[in-house]
Nanobody, 125 residues
Framework: VQLQASGGGPVQAGGSLRLSCAAS????????MAWFRQAPGKEREFVAA????????AYADSVKGRFTISKDTAKNTGYLQMNSLNLEDTAVYYC???????????????????WGQGTLVTVSS
């Protein structure tokens, strides 16, 4: 599976962006999809994940209530709606997918087999 992340860019604090992650295969509907991010000088961290059907989600505490993950299996695309952005959200955002993950491993980057190239989000004051 090939993943293509897009939608990043500059945004002012308090603003919104929607990231997209387009998958190359229709079987994307059977994959867990997640977003991770990596800020300059920091390790990659979990942001959000959604199960194959879209019926279950998980979020990092730092984004809970501000970010929403979703997926459109008909379009083979996942999304991350980001609202109320703050300076700490500045990072390269990566989408990831895997077909075999159990929920307890959703937040672990090492367990995802497929990764997009990353899209940069820059939040300014």
């Amino acid at each position: 599976v090939q993943l293509q992340a897009s939608g990043g860019g500059p945004v002012q604090a308090g603003g919104s962006l929607r990231l997209s992650c387009a998958a190359s295969e229709r079987t994307f509907g059977r994959f867990v999809m997640a977003w991770f991010r990596q800020a300059p000088g920091k390790e990659r961290e979990f942001v959000a994940a959604i199960n194959f059907s879209g019926g279950a989600t998980a979020y990092a505490d730092s984004v809970k209530g501000r970010f929403t993950i979703s997926k459109d299996t008909a379009k083979n695309t996942g999304y991350l709606q980001m609202n109320s952005l703050n300076l700490e959200d500045t990072a390269v955002y990566y989408c990831a997918a895997d077909s075999t993950l159990i929920r307890s491993s959703w937040s672990m980057s090492s367990t995802y087999d497929y990764w997009g190239q990353g899209t940069l989000v820059t939040v300014s004051s």
